[in-house]
């Protein structure tokens, strides 16, 4: 189970971290992402970051504002996101796996309006 | 980072075959076998249909089938039931990116 939280409105430029809790399955031996929906649009890969943190990878739109984290000890993934725009408004699935995407939360709306 | 091209809509009548196309560049679909497939209904998760081109997961119906041919992967849907009826994305590794579809809404009439 994947379950995440920390979405809500913010303004433009600002801050938000998203956490997504996982259960269920063995957490640090997966590759975890982050794939976002726009409201009414497809999906769009974020972020993955491997088992042991030791690499990450980004969609280009937000590399240096995004940061994608995990704690294997506490089985939870993060999303910390800077300097939001209005076109980072979305629901941000927290999903198992780098490549397959195998089982995905059911997400967290961020929604970045003045 | 352009995003692979699906077709907006398919459609067909129960029991009949449909197929989705997903085609994309020799950088990405061409270039592995880390082609894959999502069913999302409204309201609903994605949930991965097929994986690593072919593959099926465990409890995917084997009436749901994937291939490659080029720069393009396909999704086909035997036997198409009422419940079939969803948007569908494809999605492809392309180095240390991940390029998904823009979706097709499958219609069943």
């Known amino acids: 189970q994947l379950v995440e939280s920390g979405g809500g409105l913010v303004q433009p430029g600002g801050s938000m971290r998203l956490s997504c809790a996982a259960s269920g399955f063995t957490f640090s031996s997966t590759w975890m992402s982050w794939v976002r929906q726009a409201p009414g649009k497809g999906l769009e890969w974020v972020a993955n970051?491997?088992?042991?943190?030791?690499?990450?990878n980004y969609v280009d739109s937000v590399k240096g504002r995004f940061t994608i984290s995990r704690d294997n000890g506490k089985n939870s993934l993060y999303l910390q996101m800077n300097s939001l725009r209005a076109e980072d408004t979305a629901v941000y699935h927290c999903v198992r796996g780098g490549t397959n995407f195998a089982y995905w939360g059911l997400g967290t709306l961020v929604t970045v309006s003045s | 980072q352009s995003a692979l091209t699906q077709p907006p809509s398919a459609s067909g009548s129960p029991g009949q075959s449909v197929t989705i196309s997903c085609t994309g560049t020799s950088s990405d679909v061409g270039g592995y076998n880390y082609v894959s497939w999502y069913q999302q209904h409204p309201g609903q998760a994605p949930k991965l249909m097929i994986y690593?081109?072919?593959k099926r997961p465990s409890g995917v119906p084997d009436r749901f089938s994937g291939s490659k041919s080029g720069n393009t992967a396909s999704l086909t849907v035997s036997g198409l039931q009422a419940e079939d009826e969803a948007d569908y994305y494809c999605?492809?590794?392309?180095?240390?990116?991940?390029?998904f579809g823009g979706g097709t809404k499958l219609t069943v009439l």
């Open positions: 999605s492809s590794y392309a180095g240390s990116n991940r390029l």
């Open positions: 690593e081109v072919t």
């Open positions: 970051i491997k088992q042991d943190g030791s690499e990450t």
